[in-house]
């Protein structure tokens, strides 16, 4: 999900540079035995998605070496580094045996040859039944699964319920609704943003081009091509924009906003709805504990009702082409996607897991900030393009450089061509 680039794959994997890793234990990637002279399995976690795993760490190795007998060793990658050293750790062979891996790289890593097909175990294990669609769709390429989900989060709608409640107001339910509430604020609350359209926070766009029936690239005969210029696709580049340029929900600074910049507005009290992941509600409160009784939130709504698509992002375990413990290695992504641990560290990422049946008791509870994203999650989620070079265009901030454009002053239609052209380009090349 996270999407940092400084080189493409062939010319990282061509240097094949040898790789120094560091991690929590202090030593290098790469498949190893321990001092008894049993097997140890390297993991790759990118640092920070949990602010404190040691004790989800501890209960980790201990429970691989319950099941398998073999030691864990577990290494944190910074995500700003991790694109780059995993390439590296292909063309070397130094690497880890299974990495944590954002959903829109492993395509990416899956057609340069760097990652393990693992579709017959997925349906061997019955777990490729149970993965939440989207999320399988992340690690698929050419018809092939190169990765297991494990762990995931969706946007939806953050509101200041008490807002709300002070003008009557109801939790729109399509398109249309959405707009007169931004309306309504707008007259009923003048000092607040009604929804603030982010110039640089693709996710709260994209869903918009979806639920209006467009796609952000297509494939045809094995060759991608973008459509953000369709019909379809400016339609709801048109609605979403149009909440800022017509209905005023926004705000001239908020061209440049990303999405933390939009959370922020929110806990400072400038807004009073807002596009947000799964895991914001816990940062809001704790920014503002009062906003604990007063804040909710829904699925984004869908132009005619329902729930929109939006864009679910996460990570998925995949195993290394170079590791010598490919057995061993898939019994460890079996156990950190099918256990009581894929719950626990959804639970401390703020995050949700990436099975349905994990999955459908946040869905069913009753807490008002978890059941609306758990819901969209699973029943609207919906992943990016399976392409190679998607994570090169979400890296050249293609998308919010056409959110730019069309709020300084750029027609949609001008704006939708510039960006389908550059994402067919991008997407072509790879």
């Given at each position: 999900m996270?999407?940092?680039r400084?080189?493409?794959v ?16 202090g ?6 035995s ?23 760490y501890?209960?980790?190795k ?8 073999a ?13 780059d050293?995993?390439v ?61 989900g ?19 107001l109801?939790?729109?339910k ?35 081009v ?33 909440l ?45 504990p009062?906003?604990?009784e ?6 984004i ?9 939006a ?21 460890f ?31 069913e509870?009753?807490?008002?900030l ?5 819901e ?29 454009s069309?709020?300084?002053?750029t ?6 061509k ?5 994402v ?7």
């Open positions: 996270r999407l940092i400084t080189a493409g062939a010319a990282l994997a061509a240097s094949a540079l040898v790789l120094t890793a560091c991690g929590n234990d030593s290098s990637g790469g498949s190893s321990d001092s008894k002279g049993g097997k140890t399995l390297t993991w790759w976690v990118m640092k920070g998605t949990n602010p404190d795993a040691s004790t989800f501890a209960a980790a201990k429970e691989f070496k319950k099941r398998t007998g030691s864990l060793k577990i290494q944190e990658i910074q995500w700003a580094d991790a694109h050293r995993l590296r750790a292909f063309a070397s062979g130094d690497g880890p045996d299974v990495s944590e891996i954002g959903t829109t790289w492993t395509p990416e890593f899956a057609a340069a040859g760097g990652l393990t097909d693992v579709t017959a175990k997925l349906d061997k294990s019955g777990l490729g039944k149970d993965l939440v669609p989207a999320l399988k769709a992340s690690a698929t390429y050419n018809g092939k699964q190169y990765g297991v494990w762990y995931a989060g969706v946007r939806s709608i953050i509101y200041r319920k008490d807002v709300f409640e002070k003008h009557k109801s939790v729109p399509n398109w249309d609704e959405l707009e007169q509430t931004v309306k309504t604020l707008k007259k009923e609350e003048p000092k607040l943003m009604p929804l603030p359209v982010a110039g640089d926070a693709a996710y709260a766009t994209i869903p918009f979806w639920g209006a029936g467009g796609e952000l690239a297509t494939e045809q005969g094995g060759k991608w091509t973008g459509t953000i210029d369709s019909k379809e696709s400016k339609a709801g580049l048109d609605f979403y924009t149009g800022a340029l017509k209905d005023k929900s926004s705000s001239v600074g908020a061209t440049t906003w990303r999405e933390t910049d939009v959370l922020d507005s929110f806990v400072k009290g400038k807004s009073a709805m807002v596009i947000q992941g799964n895991w914001t509600p816990k940062t809001a409160i704790a920014g503002d009062s906003l604990k007063k804040i909710g939130a829904f699925p709504p869908g132009k005619d009702g329902g729930i929109n698509p864009v679910l992002g996460g990570s998925n375990l995949a195993i290394l082409k170079t590791s010598k413990n490919q057995d061993l290695a898939w019994q992504v079996n156990m950190m996607t099918t256990s009581q641990l894929a719950k626990d560290w959804a639970d401390q990422a703020g995050y949700f897991p990436s099975t349905n049946s994990a999955l459908k008791p946040f869905a509870s009753t807490d008002p978890v059941k609306p994203f758990a969209t999650m699973l029943k609207a989620g919906k992943t990016p393009p399976s392409a190679p070079g998607w994570g090169t265009v979400e890296g050249n901030k293609t998308i919010p450089q056409m959110v730019q069309i709020l300084t002053g027609s949609v239609d001008t704006a939708a510039t960006a389908s052209d550059s067919t380009k991008t997407l072509q090349e790879k």
